[in-house]
């Protein structure tokens, strides 16, 4: 059967209004209308379960959550190859001395923990072997542990922090080499699938990353889980790592920052930013929020500011 062309015309009208409509749908949530379909995010992978069980549902406008090492994070954005609305890594080092926006919000810290399955042989040695001793099964039994690239994400060369800190805390000589002899280097939003599955026995990890996935873990002592500030000029700042771009990192209690990326500070990004940075469902996911925070560092604009401070 031919179509004449003027039911054609109308064919193509119905479907041009059809596509207006969906369109307004997905711009309204909750029977407000957006000027943007979504907000991206370009976040540490350790922040990814957090901000996907939780912020979402703190917002109305749609969130584009994006995850990767932070290092990776710095170098994409430094090259151009990633333009986010909202940046937000895991450690503000690569704000200072990578991308270098004009401003930043520091916004919540944590600590380092050795996570394991209770319910596995190897989780069952861990278990028993308790706080001091944490790391002998791993030595004389066949473990594998697992850890992230220090090049790619902050947890890599935290966990090399924490090695180096061991050695010195629970006076082993060469404790950092026989343990990472024994590891697995694995992408940081990975690490905890694979431990799921057993592709390693126990995993170096935020402590965020076990609490979100129900996993128990050692509760390290604070001169090595890089959780406390005070212990800062004492313990964790005698250590360091060369990053492959020639940045130096040196030992410092574990903190997130963000800032606002887009040039395009609309209501919608300051409302979604400082959600982000202030949401409670950091700390359902084991972050810390400590009462000075948030931190502002450099030059905000005061809309910003007083969005943060109100």
């Known amino acids: 059967m031919q179509i004449t062309r003027r039911e054609l015309i109308l064919i193509s009208s119905i479907g041009g209004l059809a596509g ?14 957006f000027d943007r379909e979504s907000i991206y995010f ?3 992978g350790s922040l990814l379960t957090s901000m996907e069980r939780g912020l979402k549902n703190e ?3 749609p969130l584009r959550i994006e995850a990767h090492g932070s290092v990776s994070i710095a170098q994409m954005v430094k090259a151009g190859l990633k333009n986010p609305d909202i940046i937000s890594v895991s450690d503000p080092i690569l ?7 004009k401003w930043h919000v520091e916004f919540a810290t944590n600590q380092m ?5 209770k319910d596995t042989d190897a989780g069952k040695l861990i278990a028993d072997s308790g706080l001091k001793k944490w790391y002998e099964p791993i030595l004389e039994y066949d473990m594998k542990i697992g850890r992230t690239d220090p090049d790619l994400d902050p947890l890599g060369y935290r966990t090399l922090f924490l090695l180096d800190l061991s050695e010195q805390y629970y006076e082993e000589a060469n404790l950092k080499e026989k343990i990472l002899s024994k590891s697995l280097v694995l992408p940081e939003i990975e690490l905890m699938s694979y431990f799921e599955i057993g592709g390693v026995d126990v995993a170096i990890v935020y402590k965020n990353m076990a609490v979100e996935r129900g996993y128990d873990y050692v509760e390290l002592p604070s001169e090595i889980n890089l959780g406390s500030p005070e212990k800062v000029d004492e313990w964790y700042s005698k250590t360091e790592y060369k990053l492959q771009t020639g940045e130096k990192i040196t030992g410092d209690v ?8 887009t040039e395009k500070t609309d209501s919608e990004v300051i409302d979604v930013f400082q959600n982000h940075i202030s949401g409670g469902y950091l700390l359902e996911s084991g972050f810390v929020l400590p009462e000075r925070y948030p931190r502002i560092l450099g030059d905000i604009p005061k809309k910003i500011e007083r969005a943060i401070t109100s």
């Not at 704000?95 to 926006?101: A, L, T």
């Open 20 to 33: 207006c409509i969906d369109q307004s749908e997905k711009r309204l949530q909750g029977g407000k209308s």
């Open 42 to 44: 370009l976040v540490a």
């Open 59 to 61: 917002v109305q406008i």
């Open 95 to 101: 704000f200072e001395g990578v991308i270098k926006p």
């Open 113 to 117: 923990v050795i996570a394991y399955n």
């Open 254 to 261: 574990i903190k997130y920052a963000s800032t606002i990326w």
